[in-house]
């Protein structure tokens, strides 16, 4: 039980190596002692090879009630993309994360982040009118296109199966389709789930 304890209060990143040092027997062991919100809360923060192994030692009981907890922390990260005029390439990236209880309202919500991201495209007088962003930001703080996709992932985080992107309109995943085609990561696992998972507003308040 005390190590159980223990385990239960170690940040994310320690949790991970330790289970990674265990036998499939041994996690066992540790996840039996844990609280069922404990458990949840484990799922919740490690990447997706770690949270089979978990699910694999817990009953089919269990995993049930895991399943139901873990749709009341449903996630919903807000997204929104500033391009160019004409070749539309991202040069800003918007998010804001939220987390939603079990009627699917939200609960939790960040202060969110925001990436600019350099083109060699010349922003014109009409987006930075629209946006408030000029050339000069993008050659002071932005980044790569594929830097921002990282940033983003970063921010995230891991449990993208709980996670949906919403966007107002078609536009945003236009854009993102792309620019992310530009630079040959159209392909890339992050880019494709966002927009399997995207929910557009527009039709939820249609």
Same mark, same amino acid.
Request: hydrophobic share 40%; charged share 30%; proline share 1%.
């Given at each position: 039980?005390?190590?159980?304890?223990? =385990?239960?209060?170690?940040?994310? %990143? /320690?949790? $991970?190596?330790?289970?990674?040092?265990?036998?499939?027997?041994? &996690? !066992?062991? *540790?996840?039996?002692?844990? =609280?069922?919100?404990?458990?949840? %809360? /484990?799922? $919740?923060?490690?990447?997706?090879?770690?949270?089979?192994?978990? &699910? !694999?030692? *817990?009953?089919?009981?269990?995993?049930?009630?895991?399943?139901?907890? /873990?749709?009341?922390?449903?996630?919903?990260?807000?997204?929104?993309?500033?391009?160019?005029?004409?070749?539309?390439?991202?040069?800003?990236?918007g998010a804001?994360?939220?987390?939603?209880?079990?009627?699917?309202m939200i609960?939790?919500?960040?202060?969110?982040?925001?990436?600019?991201?350099?083109?060699?495209?010349?922003?014109?007088?009409?987006?930075?009118?629209?946006?408030?962003?000029?050339?000069?930001?993008?050659?002071?703080?932005?980044?790569?296109?594929?830097?921002?996709?990282?940033?983003?992932?970063?921010?995230?985080?891991?449990?993208?199966?709980?996670?949906?992107?919403?966007?107002?309109?078609s536009f945003?995943?236009?854009?993102?389709?792309?620019?992310?085609?530009?630079?040959?990561?159209?392909?890339?696992?992050?880019?494709?789930?966002?927009?399997?998972?995207?929910?557009?507003?527009?039709?939820?308040?249609?």
């Open positions: 039980d005390e190590a159980a304890d223990a =385990f239960s209060y170690m940040e994310p %990143d /320690l949790q $991970e190596k330790l289970i990674n040092c265990l036998t499939d027997k041994e &996690l !066992k062991l *540790v996840v039996d002692e844990l =609280f069922m919100d404990d458990t949840v %809360d /484990l799922i $919740e923060e490690m990447p997706s090879n770690v949270v089979k192994r978990i &699910l !694999k030692t *817990v009953n089919k009981e269990d995993r049930k009630t895991i399943n139901e907890l /873990l749709n009341d922390s449903n996630r919903i990260i807000f997204l929104d993309f500033e391009a160019t005029q004409f070749s539309q390439e991202i040069i800003a990236i804001i994360k939220a987390e939603l209880d079990n009627k699917k609960k939790k919500c960040d202060e969110g982040i925001k990436i600019y991201v350099y083109t060699d495209t010349s922003v014109d007088g009409l987006i930075e009118n629209l946006t408030g962003i000029n050339q000069e930001l993008l050659n002071k703080e932005g980044v790569s296109f594929v830097s921002a996709i990282e940033r983003l992932k970063k921010y995230v985080g891991e449990n993208l199966n709980f996670t949906s992107f919403m966007t107002y309109g945003d995943m236009k854009l993102l389709h792309q620019t992310s085609a530009l630079y040959h990561l159209e392909n890339d696992e992050f880019i494709q789930r966002i927009r399997q998972k995207n929910i557009d507003l527009a039709h939820v308040i249609s």
